[in-house]
T-cell receptor
Framework: DGGITQSPKYLFRKEGQNVTLSCEQNLNHDAMYWYRQDPGQGLRLIYY???????QKGDIAEGYSVSREKKESFPLTVTSAQKNPTAFYLCASSIEGLGGSGYTFGSGTRLTVV | QKEVEQDPGPLSVPEGAIVSLNCTYSNSAFQYFMWYRQYSRKGPELLMYTYSSGNKEDGRFTAQVDKSSKYISLFIRDSQPSDSATYLC???????????FGRGTSLIVHP
């Protein structure tokens, strides 16, 4: 079955550590996205990529980095510069140019700083 | 003022009730409107997608868009406990594929 796989489901980070969240899709979608979800704040866009080897900052990119070396993969690194990284992280993909109607989300990674 | 306003709830209804979930928005250029359902600790899933004004029905779900009032609604008929989830509205400008999301409304359907 086609879909998006995020791993791990739960992740714990110590202060000062970088951690990488994995996102893989087999939907042959061009565009991929990373969102952060906090209680009461909805979804906030971190980074997005429309094509391999290209990506753009979203609304809250500070303290995060991404890469898009393959169409299927869009990993997110939460760096030590991100001061409040505890959140639920969602990866999504879409067929470019469909006005957001083709969004498919992964099941999310819950990151906790310990 | 946020571009998309959505009451976070929670909205608690008895099983079988008709549920009305709503969003208002300020940018009249939004053209595509979506509703996503998100179960606890899961990613959102697309429920309904509509373009411009009017109604769209899919089983127990009806999405309604009133562009003149900048108001969209999702109606759920014969609500079930399995409908208990957070419902997110989202909308995009024409030519953009980055949606603006509402904060989500938590719905609880009790038996």
């Amino acid at each position: 079955d086609g879909g998006i796989t995020q791993s791990p489901k739960y992740l714990f980070r110590k202060e000062g550590q970088n951690v990488t969240l994995s996102c893989e899709q087999n939907l042959n979608h061009d565009a991929m996205y990373w969102y952060r979800q906090d209680p009461g704040q909805g979804l906030r866009l971190i980074y997005y990529s429309q094509i391999v080897n290209d990506f753009q900052k979203g609304d809250i990119a500070e303290g995060y980095s991404v890469s898009r070396e393959k169409k299927e993969s869009f990993p997110l690194t939460v760096t030590s510069a991100q001061k409040n990284p505890t959140a639920f992280y969602l990866c999504a993909s879409s067929i470019e140019g469909l006005g957001g109607s083709g969004y498919t989300f992964g099941s999310g990674t819950r990151l906790t700083v310990v | 003022q946020k571009e998309v306003e959505q009451d976070p709830g929670p909205l608690s209804v008895p099983e079988g009730a008709i549920v009305s979930l709503n969003c208002t928005y300020s940018n009249s250029a939004f053209q595509y409107f979506m509703w996503y359902r998100q179960y606890s600790r899961k990613g959102p899933e697309l429920l309904m997608y509509t373009y411009s004004s009017g109604n769209k029905e899919d089983g127990r779900f009806t999405a309604q868009v009133d562009k003149s009032s900048k108001y969209i609604s999702l109606f759920i008929r014969d609500s079930q406990p399995s409908d208990s989830a957070t419902y997110l509205c989202a909308m995009t400008l024409g030519g953009s594929y980055i949606p603006t999301f509402g904060r989500g409304t938590s719905l609880i359907v009790h038996p």
